[in-house]
């Protein structure tokens, strides 16, 4: 026979396990909910590369390169979500190491990321922040990310 008190310990334990499991499952969905996928942050910085590529290109004069650089050993150090103007924001700063197409050499350098989740939660941009000195808010430039290659 099963005492009483037994019956209301087992359900304390029971209960107190659900609360745990609900508790892990919240805090993990919010924060995949945030966390921008692996591949989206290495188009992110390929398309940083590739936009400082051309603009030195252009300054110089010279053709600038088509090939997309190899992305490697992203670390992020700091994450952070911001809300900017009713906006949110990912904001991520690290490491990473990169190399153009047919370059023996490889450059470790450090990144500061600003992306922003689609308004279905499907898609992520990489944004860019504009500095206008004639208007008090801040605006972005948004670069959609994940889109399928031609």
């Known amino acids: ?42 188009e992110a910085l390929q398309s940083q590369i ?6 030195i290109a252009q300054s110089l004069d010279l053709e600038p390169l088509a090939s997309i650089p190899d992305v490697s050993r992203v670390r992020v150090d700091h994450h952070d979500v911001l809300r900017v103007d ?39 941009s990489l944004a860019k922040p504009v500095t206008n000195d004639d208007e008090d808010a801040q605006r972005w430039l948004l670069y959609p990310l994940g889109l399928p290659k031609s």
């Not at 197409?101 to 990144?111: A, Y």
């Open 50 to 55: 590739l936009t400082t590529q051309v603009s």
């Open 1 to 42: 026979m099963v005492s009483f008190p037994g019956i209301i310990e087992w359900v304390n334990v029971v209960s107190k396990f659900i609360f745990s499991l609900l508790t892990v499952l919240i805090l993990t969905s919010c924060s995949l909910r945030n966390d921008p996928p692996r591949a989206i942050v290495i």
């Open 86 to 124: 009713g906006a949110h924001f990912v904001h991520l700063e690290g490491s990473f190491d990169w190399q153009l197409p047919r370059d023996s050499f490889r450059v470790d350098s450090s990144f500061d990321l600003y992306l922003q989740r689609g308004t279905r939660g499907e898609g992520w």
